[in-house]
């Protein structure tokens, strides 16, 4: 199935692709278009060999595209087309492209098992690490962060905000980053996030207050609400050879499973 890839169209050569691709689709009929149980719509325009000749420089031009989802598929991909490389069906993968200004991506947000901790234990603990961050108190029925750099936490006795140092906003760390290292690490000595039982993850498919609804109502768990990370920082992680951490982005759009397939055999 194919990875989805966005590419940035802030400048000409996405801008001119993105542009291609909208004054054709407006011009033809779709091949496929049709609605999914849950309510997705998928609209389909087959580009037939010779009708895409002015497309094809336009896509060349862009000087990056960037694997937002199917890091899985690429990497498996990647080891068959090494295994066999005399194979050209295995030399290849499909590619959703996407122009950034339309990929959404939504928070995985972080669901701890605490030891019980009251209010004042809470901001004890964010005292602890005030080298890195400010805290207040908010009303539970705040909304969400409204922009990166800022954590909101949820227990079922009280809500606070944090936000993080400024010389640890321009580092290039996303938000995810931040709360593993100076907040699960330093404190509940979380050092893999990945396999500790303390912590689960919570898709941002909910909005915030279904997110507290479902999670920090639960005497010794807290919410943690991220804001989503950014395309930019999606791409400035890549450029810089960086990697982001385990379950930071729920990307959307997502294809309906089985609609277009890549035979390899």
């Known amino acids: 199935e194919p990875v989805l890839c966005m590419y940035p169209d802030g400048d000409a050569q996405g801008t001119d692709a993105a542009t291609w691709l909208e004054a054709w689709t407006a011009a033809h009929r779709p091949d496929m278009d049709f609605s999914t149980t849950d309510r997705i719509r998928h609209t389909v325009w087959l580009v037939r060999a010779g009708e895409a000749s002015d497309l094809e420089p336009l896509l ?93 936490v949820h227990t079922a006795e009280q809500s606070w905000a944090l936000a993080w140092n400024e010389g640890l906003q ?48 639960q005497p010794g768990q807290a919410l943690f609400e991220l804001h989503s990370v950014t395309p930019e920082q999606l791409m400035h992680t890549s450029d810089r050879g960086g990697f982001l951490p385990p379950k930071s982005t729920w990307i959307e759009p997502k294809l309906r499973s089985g609609l277009f397939i890549h035979e390899i055999q």
């Open 170 to 217: 321009t580092a290039g760390a996303v938000d995810a980053d931040l709360l593993q290292e100076h907040l699960f690490q330093r404190i509940f000595g979380i050092s893999d996030a990945r396999k500790d039982p303390r912590l689960k993850y919570a898709p941002g498919t909910l909005d915030s207050a279904g997110l507290k609804a479902e999670y920090a109502g």
């Open 60 to 152: 060349n031009a862009i000087p990056a595209m960037y694997l937002a989802d199917g890091h899985h598929r690429i990497a498996s991909s990647l080891r068959l087309a090494e295994k066999y490389p005399d194979a050209p069906s295995k030399q290849h993968v499909l590619a959703y492209a996407v122009p950034a200004s339309q990929l959404a991506i939504r928070p995985y947000h972080r669901v701890l098992r605490h030891p019980g901790w009251d209010v004042g234990r809470w901001e004890e603990a964010f005292d602890t690490v005030s080298d890195c961050l400010s805290w207040q108190r908010i009303d539970g029925g705040a909304p969400a962060p409204s922009s990166v750099g800022h954590v909101h």
